[in-house]
């Protein structure tokens, strides 16, 4: 029988996909989404649906004569031609009266305080602790929430939420959300996969196919983003390498990318990045269109592909499922045009919009110093409107937009919405992801600018503790977190596999784990990024970590553990749910002292006459005696005199007495060492 596609009966019939798939719904046909597809049959029906009602109904009586009821026949209650200022009705018919909070919209940051949380959703402070007792959950006023409570909080309140960005930015334009303001916008797509299965290539490709970049010739700029028109359509592609540059800007409060190009190559298959591309995006919430590179190769199997993927629930839409798959060679150009319409018809679902008519306001995709330019960022802009002479901030510098270039070199005096520009005229070097404000003149963003820096050096002592497994059973305890998400990292699948099904044997009613990425080899910065960025831990069997990774963590303050012994994992894991577990030390040599004469003192024992050499000794010292390399003794501190006053502690170029806790055997020209045991967050 034949069949029609969901998206082509929408385009014919001049309905958007999602109107036609409730229209279907309606009528009883359950479809997946834009690319399913159905009868012939149900199509007619649904186009006689749509003729006007005289038409279709009844036995007829006489009507004065009217067009076929066919095809074109469009919905009463619509006015609008097509697409553009589409979401008007979808923001207008969100539920917006819910319990107290009204729907009305509340803005938290990262973090709040209870205090803070209680004045903004509008109760007592009191009010808001009894609340969260009465759940179980202890905290004070002054207390640091993290944004996933307060979320939970406010919503149940009937508030709106949005996270608010670093600096709490979304004060300055509060307009940006009027819903009549809103138009449709072009997708902003992230092209992620292993690698040399074809990103670059494919991105070549599709540059080299656009019309207009053709016509300008051709000049190859790097700014990190670049606009393709299609014919139907804009399409937006962010090519900042790698899959750690998305979590990146992630981690840092931005998510720019609406839709995610997972790239496999055929005649490769799915990958250890391939898994990991699809755990970013889908920790995101960004949907993935697959396509499948390399069809040109001999050795090309887009079967194989499609079903290894149907083990990380992408699933082709021919197979039942929702998943848009293309298949293309991006060496030969085959098929890179439906690619982009699939593209554009993801797109379309999401239902994407700006506001162009506020200040405009963004997020840096890259930033760089320039030899002779000075700092220069590519932003994306994704609301309002950008001119030259607009002062702006974004992160916590600041400055005046002197020149802007286009993603092909052009110098530009103004842009909109869904674009991403190369921008001079800053006064330091912002972040990626940082996000971009215009403010109304340079003193406010200057103002802006400073107190944002001061906002920074706070943040350090608000910053809400990230999961540590030492610090699980407390966080449990305050209800501050419900699953422990883990990213694992082992040495072969199998492994992997194991650990995953002796988690099943944990059995914690307060916490569930949820295991968001696991993969094979070392544990690397992308890995990181992203535990960083979901707030989880990284457990990696039989691996190393990646010198860089060991760096990133440590200022990420990621909790990463390092396993032999796969019951060893589950012993933690569990120690750490009751709060058992043992802090890891680390032992930190804080000096020496050599042994110049020994004093015996009654009923204290032998005292040493030392000199210190390096670093100093505190009476919570402990010491180790070292005769010729060797270690004689590992203990505490007696006693630590000067002049026979005991004393706290001794530098280097000073002569003490110690006395060594439980061993009186020293000698002269002994060498005792001081050392401390620092507890350490993980195991690295
Ligand atoms: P990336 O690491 O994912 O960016 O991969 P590249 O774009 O650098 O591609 C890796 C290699 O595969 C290069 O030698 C490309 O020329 C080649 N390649 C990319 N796409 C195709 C394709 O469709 N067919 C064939 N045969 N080779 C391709």
């Not at 990146?248 to 990991?276: C, H, K, N, S, Y």
């Not at 330091?428 to 109304?440: E, R, Y």
């Amino acid at each position: 029988m034949p069949k029609v596609r969901v998206y082509q009966l929408a385009k014919e019939l001049n309905l958007s996909n999602k109107e036609l798939i409730e229209r279907l719904r309606g009528l009883g046909v359950e479809v997946k989404s834009h690319s399913s597809s159905i009868e012939e049959e149900i199509a007619t029906r649904i186009k006689d649906s749509l003729a006007p009602k005289s038409e279709v109904s009844k036995p007829q009586p006489k009507q004065p004569a009217q067009p076929a009821p066919l095809k074109k026949a469009k919905p009463k209650p619509k006015t609008e031609p097509k697409p553009k200022p589409k979401s008007k009705q979808a923001e207008a018919s969100e539920p917006e009266e819910t319990e107290t909070g009204k729907g009305k919209l509340v803005k938290l940051p990262d973090s709040i305080s209870v205090a803070e949380l209680a004045a903004k959703i509008n109760i007592s402070g009191s009010e808001l602790i009894k609340g969260l007792i009465a759940e179980g959950q202890m905290v004070t006023l002054n207390q640091l929430i993290p944004y996933e409570l307060a979320e939970e909080l406010a919503a149940k309140l009937g508030y709106r939420v949005e996270k608010l960005g670093l600096y709490g930015e979304d004060d300055l334009e509060e307009e940006v959300y009027d819903a009549s303001q809103l138009l449709g916008r072009a997708p902003i797509v992230t092209i992620m996969g292993h690698v040399d299965h074809g990103k670059t290539k494919l991105l070549d490709t599709i540059r080299d196919s656009d019309l207009i970049y053709k016509e300008a010739g051709g000049i190859t700029q790097h700014t990190g983003a670049y606009h393709v028109e299609t014919g139907k359509g804009h399409i937006v592609f962010l090519d900042t390498p790698g899959h750690e540059a998305f979590t990146a800007m992630r981690a840092r409060g931005a998510q720019v990318t609406d839709l995610v190009i997972l790239v496999v190559a055929a005649d490769d298959g799915v990958m250890p990045q391939t898994v990991e591309a699809i755990d970013h995006a889908k920790a995101a919430g960004v949907p993935i269109v697959v396509a499948i590179n390399k069809i040109d190769k001999p050795e090309a199997n887009p079967d194989k592909v499609k079903q290894q993927l149907t083990e990380h629930d992408l699933l082709a839409e021919e197979w039942g499922g929702e998943t848009i798959f293309v298949e293309i060679s991006a060496k030969n150009n085959t098929n890179i045009g439906e690619l982009l319409e699939m593209i554009l018809l993801q797109a379309e679902m999401l239902e994407l919009t700006a506001n162009p008519n506020v200040l405009a306001r963004g997020t840096v995709i890259e930033a760089k110093l320039d030899k002779g330019r000075g700092a220069v960022a590519t932003v994306l802009i994704q609301h309002g409107k950008l001119s030259i002479g607009d002062a702006f901030v974004v992160g916590n510098c600041y400055g005046k937009v002197r020149a802007m270039f286009s993603d092909r070199g052009q110098r530009i005096k103004v842009t909109g919405p869904a674009t991403a520009v190369e921008i001079l005229g800053f006064n330091g070097i912002p972040q990626t992801g940082d996000t971009f404000q215009a403010v109304k003149d340079e003193k406010t963003a200057r103002d802006i600018g400073r107190r944002r820096q001061e906002i920074d050096r706070d943040r350090n002592r608000r910053r809400t503790p990230r999961v540590t497994l030492e610090d699980l059973f407390n966080q449990i305890e305050s209800n501050l977190i419900k699953e422990l998400n883990v990213i694992l990292k082992t040495d072969v699948r199998g492994s992997g596999e194991a650990i995953i099904n002796n988690f099943a044997k944990i059995k914690s009613a307060k916490v569930k784990i949820n295991i968001i990425h696991s993969g094979v080899g070392a544990v690397s910065s992308s890995d990181v990024m992203l535990a960083a960025a979901s707030n989880a831990i990284i457990i990696g069997f039989h691996v190393d970590v990646d010198s860089e990774a060991v760096e990133l963590a440590k200022r990420e303050e990621v909790d990463v553990r390092l396993y032999d012994v796969i019951y060893n994992i589950n012993d933690d894991l569990v120690k750490a749910m009751e709060g058992l577990l043992e802090p890891t030390y680390e032992e930190v040599i804080t000096g020496h002292a050599e042994v110049r004469q020994l004093f015996k003192v009654p009923k204290i024992g032998v005292i040493a006459g030392s000199y210190v050499t390096d670093g100093y000794f505190n009476r919570n010292s402990l010491v180790r005696v070292k005769r010729n390399g060797k270690v004689l003794f590992e203990g505490k501190l007696l006693s630590l005199r000067r002049f026979k006053e005991s004393v706290k502690e001794v530098k280097a170029g000073l002569e003490c007495g110690i006395g060594v806790n439980g061993f009186t055997d020293l000698e002269e020209a002994d060498i005792i060492e001081s050392y401390l045991l620092k507890e350490v967050a993980g195991q690295l």
